[in-house]
């Protein structure tokens, strides 16, 4: 492996150690577009293992700050994804192709069945 690949090899598993960075990218995998309001709920409802429904204003919040000031910065500087924070657009760009085949090993070994029990990406 070159060091530029092998360099990319270790973006992409530093990327995909985050567990909200993983399950944003499962949902925008089967979808390929989602609003960030959805994803915060979707995410913190995983993170917590209870239903969207039930989560509290300060979990919420919490997701959401991370999502907005770490995640999704970090995922389009590596044009994973693109996002548009006033209408809370975000979709898959194309640099995505280039981690889908390491998400899908990490989705396959994730311990929510939920999670592995969505079709291949």
Not at 5 to 31: G, I, K, P, V
Not at 76 to 102: C, H, M, Q, T
């Amino acid at each position: 492996m070159s060091p530029t690949n092998a360099s990319r090899m270790e973006a992409a598993c530093t990327l995909l150690a985050e567990s909200e960075r993983r399950f944003l990218l499962y949902e925008l995998a089967d979808n390929r577009t989602a609003n960030l309001e959805d994803l915060v709920d979707q995410i913190a409802a995983w993170e917590l293992d209870i239903n969207a429904h039930t989560l509290d204003k300060e979990t919420r919040q919490r997701v959401y700050v991370s999502l907005v000031h770490n995640h999704l910065p970090r995922l389009a500087d590596y044009d994973i994804i693109e996002y548009d924070l006033r209408s809370g657009d975000i979709v898959l760009a194309e640099g995505f192709d280039d981690i889908k085949p390491l998400l899908e090993q990490f989705r396959a070994t994730e311990d929510k069945p939920e999670l592995r029990g969505r079709p291949p990406l």
